[in-house]
């Protein structure tokens, strides 16, 4: 079973700040995902990385795929309180075979 | 473009009772995937359908099953009810795996 680690588990920081999740494993996936989830809806894609040492950029977030395809970051410049939620990364070893979502980081961003 | 429809979206059943719960997919979405998500244990994948047959399964007892119709619609059933079953059941869709699923807004079961 693929365990997918995500650091720090909490995250509360003030608005403006910058900050990184992390997502870490010892297993080997063919691509990983990001979702950002709000209380009481399902988990909404934010990326999806595939290639050892990619980097994606969306807006003020910024997501890299380790170059050994184990691990993830996830970068957030000049945070706003709309950033506020649980973000999961997510991944699979192959094509094909069930994703495992990660423990989530739950970010609260004050005003 | 409709999102996932799941239903309901909220439901109260006794313990030892079952329950059916519904999704249905983007149009087009072959793939479609339920998850359990408690506090204590996050997401936790059930099972997913591709094209009417199950792909992967999830380490859920046999008490939790589910179908997919060839329309790709999708119920999931769950027998002899526990406590411990209360959770949020997220369905998910792709059109393929692993290409980035989108969710449901989930059924918030609470099993009594």
């Known amino acids: 079973t693929q365990l997918l680690e995500q650091s720090p588990q909490f995250l509360s920081i003030q608005e403006g700040e910058n900050l990184t999740v992390y997502c870490n494993s010892s297993?080997?996936?063919?691509?990983l995902q990001w979702y950002r989830q709000e209380p009481g809806e399902g988990p909404v894609l934010l990326v999806t990385?595939?290639?050892?040492?990619e980097v994606k950029k969306l807006k003020r977030l910024t997501f890299q795929f380790g170059d050994a395809r184990k691990d993830s970051s996830l970068h957030i410049t000049a945070a706003q309180p709309g950033d506020t939620g649980l973000y999961l990364c997510?991944?699979?070893?192959?094509?094909?075979?069930?994703?495992?979502f990660g423990t989530g980081t739950r970010l609260t961003i004050i005003p | 473009k409709a999102g996932v429809t799941q239903t309901p979206r909220y439901l109260i059943k006794t313990r030892g009772q079952q329950v059916t719960l519904s999704c249905s997919p983007i149009?087009?979405?072959?793939?479609v995937s339920w998850y359990q998500q408690t506090p204590g244990q996050g997401l936790q994948f059930l099972f997913e359908?591709?094209?009417?047959?199950?792909?992967n399964k999830g380490n859920f007892p046999g008490r939790f099953s589910g179908r997919q119709f060839s329309n790709s619609r999708s119920e999931m059933n769950v027998s002899t009810l526990e406590l411990g079953d209360s959770a949020l059941y997220l369905c998910?869709?792709?059109?393929?795996?692993?290409?980035?699923?989108?969710f449901g807004s989930g059924t918030r079961l609470t099993v009594v």
């Open positions: 997510a991944g699979a070893p192959q094509d094909g075979e069930k994703l495992t």
């Open positions: 998910a869709s792709s059109p393929t795996s692993n290409y980035g699923y989108t």
């Open positions: 990385v595939v290639t050892g040492g």
């Open positions: 297993s080997v996936f063919s691509s």
């Open positions: 149009s087009g979405h072959r793939s």
């Open positions: 359908y591709f094209s009417e047959t199950q792909r």
